[in-house]
């Protein structure tokens, strides 16, 4: 059997969004078969590719939903679980995590980051991480 590519579309373009351009977008996690720490998290993480790593990760799609770039995606891995360790043995990829998650959540939910009122940080609180899927946010790609 042969394939006729002829006919095919050409794909649209294929460059980069522009360094530092702002775009809002729609975070997709893509469950990687590893359990997190909840019910919630079930199937959650990605475990590291890398032979005797102990690193899991959430493996996001991001997708732009306006502007001259929409529908165009991005991927990124935020380590929750694992890798090197700071004095106190938290995870340091952890810690960067969940600083870039904690940024997204007030971006999505309009909240100015230095509001540590009671309000504002019930809205921070996720019962899982698996909350964050479908969250949009303001993001400097």
């Known amino acids: 059997m042969t394939y006729d590519m002829n006919d095919a579309e050409l794909p649209r373009g294929s460059d980069l969004i522009p360094d530092g351009s702002f775009a809002k977008v729609t975070m997709t996690i893509r469950k990687g078969g590893d359990d997190g720490q909840g019910e919630l998290d079930r199937g959650l993480l990605k475990p590291s590719k ?16 306006a502007g001259p770039h929409i529908r165009r995606k991005f991927w990124q891995s935020f380590t929750v679980i694992g890798g090197k360790l700071d004095e106190h043995g938290v995870s ?5 995590s969940k600083g870039v998650f904690r940024a997204m959540i007030d971006s999505a939910l309009g909240l100015d ?10 809205k921070r609180l996720l019962r899982g991480l ?9 993001a400097k790609v």
């Open 130 to 138: 698996s909350d964050l899927h479908g969250i949009t946010f303001a």
């Open 50 to 65: 890398t032979a005797h790593s102990d690193v899991k990760s959430l493996d996001c799609e991001f997708t732009v939903s």
């Open 113 to 122: 980051s230095q509001d540590m009122s009671e309000a504002a940080k019930a």
């Open 92 to 96: 340091i990829g952890w810690k960067i």
